[in-house]
């Protein structure tokens, strides 16, 4: 399974665990009444999230709340949980801060710990070097 945290970043109104679950959410209940079950969702990803270091303050907050590095560890962490074997991340850290991008690029080495396979995409080789350990550069799509 592939996450592209692209793929949900319009839905900026929805809260966190929404967006943490979304197609995938714990329900209780029995068939053809199940309902969402909020309360095990919020308690997973507020858990989750803190895992890797995103303090939230509520489950329920609107993602177009969180800072940009807040919405990439919510992706990060999502894919985690949801046991992807490979994170793919197209310039994760090209819209954020230094503070914010050191925390996404903590992540991403955590990620890599734990043996999920990364594929860090960028132009910044400040930010490949510390992450990586296989490289290949290139310049108008040729690898030099």
Request: charged share 20%.
């Amino acid at each position: 399974m592939v996450e592209d945290f692209h793929t949900y970043d319009f839905l900026f109104r929805i809260f966190a665990t929404r967006n943490f679950f979304m197609g995938r959410e714990p329900q209780k209940g029995l068939h053809p009444f199940k309902t969402f079950d909020i309360e095990k969702a919020n308690k997973i990803a507020a858990e989750r999230m803190g895992q890797i270091g995103i303090d939230v303050r509520d489950p329920t907050q609107a993602v177009g709340t969180m800072s940009g590095g807040e919405r990439q560890c919510l992706a990060i962490s999502r894919a985690i949980y949801f046991g992807a074997k490979v994170l793919v991340l197209d310039e994760p850290t090209s819209a954020l801060g230094v503070h914010q991008a050191s925390m996404v690029l903590k992540y991403i080495v955590e990620a890599a710990a734990n043996g999920l396979a990364v594929i860090l995409i960028t132009h910044n080789v400040h930010h490949a070097y510390p992450v990586g350990n296989s490289f290949a550069v290139l310049n108008r799509g040729k690898s030099l």
